[in-house]
């Protein structure tokens, strides 16, 4: 058996191009662009990929962008300076603070301090707080891109067991939660998961792994997922990006993961590209919130 492939590039430009007509229609009511802010500190290379390819990406749609980099030796405070001054321009609709921040930064402090109306990555607690309750302000970039995918492959959640591995704060844990809701931004088909969160203490988990419908791993380790841990004709979704000396791989085993899945993301051109497209729809989602009058 040979899984279809999730065609996450395609589904992106796909979203993307409707992106862009709702942009238009935005400049047209408004005179004016959405706007992204992007906090850069540091040189990491992998950084600059991701913060020029949201750039590029935003320049499609007609969001305008801005890029403020700090250098590697800012402190919390420094950043803090930066997020607040963001906060406080109007003409900035979305703040994005690109991870990982040097090891002195704290983090949880600078995210902690984005306007809620402007996190588009939907990391600040009165938004995940939202989120838990069912009635999300924005939804996290990543697990929104794999639900628009699941959704536009015509593959429902409701009633199926998921399992997510990993369950970190900006994948794996919204994920989870968002699945297990009674209704998504998408129709209750694309939520009422019976949904399972693992990590690096369950018990069990390749057999866990393997009772489920949807499986999807984010973990961070190359290949990962063999075909063992997959349930013959399961939806399997990569979000793992992982450095190797044969290039990008996934916490899946592709190659023997595609022979007993039934559908599968390839990394890369899988969930990365939907991630991205995801922070346009949250910008302009932003830019949307900041334009009501206030009643
Ligand atoms: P984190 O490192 O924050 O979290 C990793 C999770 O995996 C943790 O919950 C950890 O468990 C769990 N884990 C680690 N080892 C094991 C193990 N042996 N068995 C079971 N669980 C394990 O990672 P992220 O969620 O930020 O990212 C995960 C991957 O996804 C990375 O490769 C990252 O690059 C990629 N990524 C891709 C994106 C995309 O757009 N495609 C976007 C964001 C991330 P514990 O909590 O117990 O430590």
Known sequence: MSAKLLDGKGISKEIQKETKVKVEQFIADHGQPPVLAAVLVGDDPASQVYVRNKERACARAGIESQLHRLPATSTTEDILAKVIELNETPKVNGILVQLPLPEQADSRVILDAIDPQKDVDAFHPHNVGLISQGRPQFLPCTPH???????????????????????????GKPMAMMLGQKNSNLGPEMANATVTLCHSRTQNLASIAQQADI????????????????KPGAVVVDVGINRTDQGLVGDVDFDS????????????????????TMLLENTLMAAMIQSKPIV
């Open 145 to 171: 891109g794999i639900v628009q995918m699941l959704k536009r492959c015509g593959l429902e959640t409701t009633g199926k067991s998921v399992c997510v591995i990993g369950r970190s704060d900006i994948v």
């Open 215 to 230: 499986l999807i791993a984010a973990i961070g380790r190359p290949n990962f997922v063999t075909p063992d841990m997959i």
């Open 257 to 276: 993961g595609k022979e007993v899945a039934g559908f599968i993301t390839p990394v890369p051109g899988g969930v990365g590209p939907l991630t991205v």
